[in-house]
T-cell receptor, first 114, second 109 residues
């Protein structure tokens, strides 16, 4: 039972490069989320999806794009990486968005932008 | 604005009890989660409170007072493996999670 799987686990990019972070869940969850976690700050929501084919902006969406072509996958793209996007990125999923459903997290992607 | 406050770091002794506090200010309120996050790992779900009172789960308990905008996580019989960060997250009126920065708990033998 894999749960939420993120790839890659680590990546170093140069400023201006692009890349895609992959997230896959095998729990048949409707909702999926992308967060970034920076030292001294709480998790910040980048984008989220309430179902296949849907996406919505979170708290810090600028510089990122997402797609949810299949229910089990949620992709996060960095169009032109900037040093300010150096962070740990977590993908999460939940059965639905009602309050009592906890989010299940992947192991994170540690991204450094030089 | 919306805000979650929790202490940055706490230290406790193996075998003892520790209480980690969390205060929240949100636009509406639909419950509160506590998560545990070991260094370099993913957050994992510990507890959920939506009604006032105490929820007990083994060595861990979580308390909520909606009128005070306050919650705490109580850890009993501390073990070295409890060394981790503990994240408080409140659910606002749009069912978005507002996350605290986390409390790093250090357990000493």
């Amino acid at each position: 039972n894999a749960g939420v799987t993120q790839t890659p686990k680590f990546r170093v990019l140069k400023t201006g490069q692009s890349m895609t972070l992959l997230c896959a869940q095998d729990m048949n969850h409707e909702y999926m989320y992308w967060y970034r976690q920076d030292p001294g700050m709480g998790l910040r929501l980048i984008h989220y999806s309430v179902g296949e084919g849907t996406t919505a902006k979170g708290e810090v969406p600028d510089g990122y794009n997402v797609s949810r072509l299949k229910k089990q996958n949620f992709l996060l793209g960095l169009e032109s990486a900037a040093p300010s996007q150096t962070s740990v990125y977590f993908c999460a999923s939940s059965f639905h968005g009602d309050g009592n459903q906890p989010q299940h997290f992947g192991d994170g992607t540690r991204l450094s932008i030089l | 604005g919306q805000n979650i406050d929790q202490p940055t770091e706490m230290t406790a002794t193996e075998g003892a009890i520790v209480q980690i506090n969390c205060t929240y200010q949100t636009s509406g309120f639909n419950g509160l989660f506590w998560y545990q996050q070991h260094a370099g790992e993913a957050p994992t779900f510990l507890s959920y409170n939506v009604l006032d009172g105490l929820e007990e789960k083994g060595r861990f308990s979580s308390f909520l007072s909606r009128s005070k905008g306050y919650s705490y996580l109580l850890l009993k019989e501390l073990q070295m493996k409890d060394s981790a960060s503990y994240l408080c997250a409140a659910i606002d009126s749009n069912y978005q999670l507002i996350w605290g920065a986390g409390t790093k708990l250090i357990i000493k033998p």
